[in-house]
């Protein structure tokens, strides 16, 4: 090989380097892009998985869910609400709402005693490790079952209701079709995934949101629902609950937690604060902090939205109706209970009270019994309801005294007394 001459180094060192500098440039620039499309991959990948935002900004990493308010069925966010997916252990609520619908029947007592069977006890997953032939109250085994949702207590219970696990399953699915649950459907009472890999129970983030509003009819729920530490045969068993945010949530009293592999983690959560009840449900989360994380966003977000308006106090006076054949001729007329309208903040208008009433009743009546209703209206749209009911006792009068009073009534009528 020859000597460079001069003019050959002078020519290499003007365009050697800088043919070095532009290739190095050239590999920087290829480097950053695709820093940016791998930065980019993986934030569309997190927010694929995430979810999407759901309402101002609220994002969810549950596969469903869905926020209500309780006193309109309001829907205000959804996520996914209508998708079927398996709902483990928040199976359950259909369970307590079926006992309590039955103990408000007068078909059981919440002091039943309840034989626990073989199979009962062969129930597996969480439970009050129940014995063949052990006997618990209905009251305790719905208070395992809120709690620690037992499923030996849950299978327990549908036999108590039923006469057996299968006709209770039954009566799961008739009380679905007429809440209009039209994607729910139950093959057991506990939640459980089926032996042998048959159908299972399968529900949705909106129909579990319904259910919940329904068995929110039973108040008596939330004694056991909102209870954090409890404990069973005389404080030999303790019961520790199941919804952490029953104990980190400020007005969490409820409902119901559930967990399987397939399923994932859900829940259906309630919390009051001011008068305002929402219903939050998630399904399928990844992780129980998900679970609990998604369902404060929703909590948070139901209360920054709604406030509630008090109308009228349980016990006030609204007038007098006219009863029939009551040793009294008249009886005075209450609110049944709390009146409480709630609305959306940004809600503008005063709310109209509608009172119903008819021109008589007959006797006999018993204090607290309904006779009438208040409607509350805004823009309107009945917004809220109450009961109106007698303030007092009226004992029916026999017959003469009946004919008796229809003759004064006559001509104190006709002659205008």
Request: contains cysteine; charged residues 25%; hydrophobic residues 40%.
């Amino acid at each position: 090989m020859r000597p460079l001459t001069t003019e050959e180094k002078r020519r290499r060192g003007r365009h050697g380097p800088a043919q070095r500098v532009d290739s190095r440039q050239r590999t920087y620039s290829r480097w950053r892009w695709a820093r940016v499309i791998l930065a980019v991959l993986i934030i569309l990948n997190t927010a694929g998985w995430a979810g999407a935002a759901d309402a101002d900004g609220l994002v969810l990493r549950s596969e469903a869910a869905v926020l209500m308010e309780y006193s309109t069925g309001e829907v205000l966010v959804e996520k996914n609400p209508h998708r079927q997916l398996p709902p483990a252990s928040i199976t359950k609520m259909m369970v307590m709402l079926l006992v309590m619908e039955a103990v408000e029947a007068g078909e059981i007592k919440l002091s039943d005693v309840v034989v626990t069977t073989p199979e009962a006890a062969r129930m597996g997953g969480s439970q009050i490790w129940l014995e063949p032939g052990e006997e618990m109250t209905v009251a305790e085994l719905l208070k395992a079952v809120s709690i620690v949702s037992a499923n030996d207590a849950s299978y327990a219970l549908a036999e108590h209701v039923a006469g057996s696990h299968e006709l209770f399953v039954e009566m799961m699915n008739k009380r679905a079709q007429e809440l209009g649950l039209a994607n729910t459907r139950y093959a057991n009472a506990t939640g459980l995934e089926p032996d042998g890999g048959g159908e299972g129970n399968i529900t949705t983030a909106y129909d579990m949101a319904v259910l919940g509003r329904e068995l929110l009819k039973h108040p008596t729920i939330l004694q056991w629902t909102g209870t954090w530490i409890d404990s069973l045969r005389g404080g030999e068993s303790f019961l520790r609950n199941t919804n952490n945010l029953v104990r980190f949530y400020e007005g969490c009293d409820g409902l119901k937690t559930g967990y399987t592999d397939e399923a994932g983690y859900s829940l259906v959560g309630t919390a009051q604060r001011s008068n305002v009840r929402v219903i939050a449900v998630v399904m399928k989360a990844p992780t129980s902090a998900v679970r609990n994380s998604d369902i404060t966003k929703l909590f948070n977000y139901g209360f920054s939205r709604f406030k509630a308006l008090p109308v009228a106090k349980s016990g006030d006076p609204v007038g007098k109706i006219r009863v029939i054949k009551g040793e009294t001729r008249e009886v005075e007329v209450l609110v049944g209970k709390d009146l409480i309208l709630v609305v959306k903040r940004e809600e503008q208008g005063e709310p109209e009270v509608e009172i119903t009433l008819p021109p008589h009743v007959k006797a006999p009546l018993v204090c607290g019994e309904k006779v009438g209703e208040a409607l509350v209206k805004m823009g309107g749209e009945v917004k809220a309801r109450a009961d109106l009911v007698a303030a007092a006792d009226v004992a029916e009068v026999g017959f003469f005294r009946f004919l008796l009073q229809i003759t004064r009534d006559f001509f104190g009528g006709f002659f205008g007394g």
